[in-house]
């Protein structure tokens, strides 16, 4: 019953800004972890960024540290990722997805996350 949806996305010029956002729901356990991840045509699924539910310890991408931060309202069960200073680079299909907290030193690899969302646009053009 687990389920997440992305949005936010949409067109901006390099050097813009958006919000995503990914409203989840129906995790079992308290402890878990969203990450955000992107992928381009052609190209591998990376992870962009993570946080932890319950601690709010957070991870980044070498690319877009300084540029994106995520965060997250436990209340509303969202977690958002705010994306400023975008890049060309940028463009991608973003997804949000769930992970059951544990060691999250391989955040990044989305092999480990069993959740995912249906995906929300990202395209940085002029």
């Known amino acids: 019953q687990v389920q997440l949806v992305e949005s936010g996305g949409g067109l901006v010029q390099p050097g813009g800004s958006l919000r995503l956002s990914c409203a989840f729901s129906?995790?079992?356990?308290?402890?878990?972890?969203i990450g955000w991840f992107r992928q381009a045509p052609g190209k591998e699924r990376e992870g962009v960024s993570c946080?932890?539910?319950?601690?709010?310890?957070?991870f980044y991408a070498d690319s877009v540290k300084g540029r994106f931060t995520i965060s997250r309202d436990n209340a509303k069960n969202t977690v958002y990722l705010q994306m400023n200073s975008l890049k060309p680079e940028d463009t991608a299909v973003y997804y949000c997805?769930?992970?059951?907290?544990?060691?999250?030193?391989?955040?990044?690899?989305?092999?480990?996350?069993?959740?995912w969302g249906q995906g929300t646009q990202v395209t940085v053009s002029s």
């Open positions: 997805a769930g992970v059951h907290v544990g060691l999250l030193r391989f955040w990044a690899n989305p092999s480990r996350y069993g959740y």
């Open positions: 129906g995790f079992s356990l308290d402890y878990y972890a």
């Open positions: 946080i932890n539910r319950n601690t709010g310890s957070t």
